[in-house]
């Protein structure tokens, strides 16, 4: 008979020994050192130590969610749409703990952040690769914001990369066309680089799969699966704006943007459009 379940209640004031020998540890297999040797604040102020941290974990968050689009797009592109629905529920959930992590930044106060602002330079989101080639998986195709890489060859490599290839919405609507759903060739043979334009027959395409959900009910599934994503999104962004708002107003952003008008702005962006004018035409 196998020994019973041991709680940490049985483990309690026991000698736990581990031998370097025997195997990997904990904070081995996760580096741990390397991963808490990454917080220099540039100043003594107290809440800087936060701010790092914070914007850190974002990037592992994104990371996360990079990995996760990347692999469902692929399987998009095989017609396997179910795993990947999986992958993009994933990445709805991860956005969960990004906006999360706005409330927690909003503990900060306008003169927290004033204390050590000035000591982060021309520092800004705007720099965040991982952001960019999220954006432009995603959909949200701006040329112009790749230009800030300009200086940094291996960010501005994997940033093309992006901006070059089809993003998600593209390989959906590529998918609906290969089970014979009429789709013109300039949606699902175009520069993929430039802004995806919304037109008519793909909201038609829409309409006919929302009112006919028993006979396309992969692509209904999945269109679901992406309008909780952007959903979810758009949460992030405008918890981010408000978070802005309320640590420094209405002042230009470190790295020179409108700060808040430009999040105002970013609010409007639809990466899947006729999946939300549909619901209208419906």
């Known amino acids: 008979m196998s020994d019973p379940i041991r709680t940490a209640v049985d483990l309690e004031g026991e000698d736990i020994h581990w031998d370097p020998a025997e195997g ?23 809440d800087e130590m936060m701010f790092i941290i914070i914007h ?13 689009l ?22 709805a959930r991860i956005q969960e703990q990004l906006t999360q992590s706005w409330a927690v930044l909003a503990t900060m106060t306008p003169s927290d952040y004033l204390s050590f ?4 330079g021309q520092s800004s989101g705007f720099q965040s690769w991982q952001y960019r080639c999220l954006e432009y998986r995603l959909g949200n195709k701006n040329a112009k914001m790749a230009r ?4 940094e060859p291996a960010a501005k490599a994997r940033v093309m990369a992006a901006l070059n290839a089809p993003s998600l919405y593209d390989e959906t609507l590529r998918f609906a066309a290969r089970h014979d759903m ?28 929302y009112l006919n959900t028993e006979r396309h009910w992969e692509l209904y599934e999945f269109a679901e699966k992406l309008v909780d994503l952007e959903q979810k999104f758009q949460q992030w962004r405008f918890n981010h704006m408000k978070t802005v708002e309320r640590i420094i107003g209405f002042r230009r952003g470190t790295g020179g943007s409108g700060g808040v008008s430009y999040l105002v ?11 939300w004018t549909v619901r209208t035409a419906l």
């Open 117 to 120: 602002r000035d000591k982060l």
């Open 148 to 151: 800030v890489f300009d200086k």
């Open 24 to 46: 990997l540890s904990y904070g081995r297999y996760l580096k741990l050192d390397t991963l808490m040797a990454g917080q220099t604040p540039l100043t003594d102020e107290h």
């Open 265 to 275: 702005k970013a609010l409007e962006l639809r990466l899947f459009p006729e999946l």
């Open 70 to 91: 990347e692999a469902a797009v692929a399987l998009v592109q095989r017609d396997q749409t179910r795993p990947a629905m999986k992958m993009l529920a994933r990445i």
């Open 182 to 209: 009429a789709l013109p060739t300039s949606v699902v043979e175009r520069e993929w680089s430039n802004a995806y334009v919304p037109c008519d027959e793909v909201e038609a395409m829409w309409r006919e799969v």
């Open 56 to 68: 850190q974990a974002s990037e592992l968050w994104m990371k996360l969610c990079l990995h996760e």
